[in-house]
């Protein structure tokens, strides 16, 4: 089964068993987070923190673009996306179990793939739709 193309903004070093529908674009600024989701084509925003945040700017971003938006339940921001109608908030436990985690995304992408973009996006430039993972 092929999974859902996953594009990580921010550092992250990718081991030797990097999957193929893995983008790591590496650091960025804010203001050019739109962009990015644009030309990526991201239909889900993935805010993996697991320290208990007073605020996320980049869940706002993602949240003022329309994108569904995926955090696991502490901070903040966990708050913030709980209480926006395309926002889903996984219990903190998954952080420790890959397969049931992946399993819950990929649901919630399937999802967000059956329904129209963002206002921001233009379907004609996009690709594939890819999932965003934002990491610190």
Not at 11 to 37: D, I, N, P, W
Not at 56 to 84: K, M, Q, T, W
Not at 123 to 128: F, P
Request: contains cysteine.
């Amino acid at each position: 089964e092929d999974l859902f193309p996953v594009v990580i903004l921010g550092k992250f070093q990718a081991g030797k068993s990097q999957e193929r529908r893995l983008q790591v674009h590496g650091e960025y600024r804010l203001s050019e987070l739109h962009e990015l989701v644009d030309r990526y084509g991201i239909t889900v925003g993935f805010v993996p923190s697991v320290w208990p945040e007073t605020y996320n700017l980049v869940a706002d971003e993602l949240i003022s673009l329309g994108l569904p938006v995926v955090c696991f339940d502490i901070g903040a921001h966990a708050e913030r996306v709980r209480g926006y109608a395309r926002g889903h908030v996984l219990p903190l436990g998954l952080k420790d179990d890959p397969a049931r985690l992946a399993a819950r995304i990929a649901r919630i992408f399937e999802q967000a793939t059956d329904l129209p973009p963002p206002a921001s996006a233009d379907a004609s430039e996009k690709g594939d739709p890819a999932m965003l993972v934002s990491v610190p």
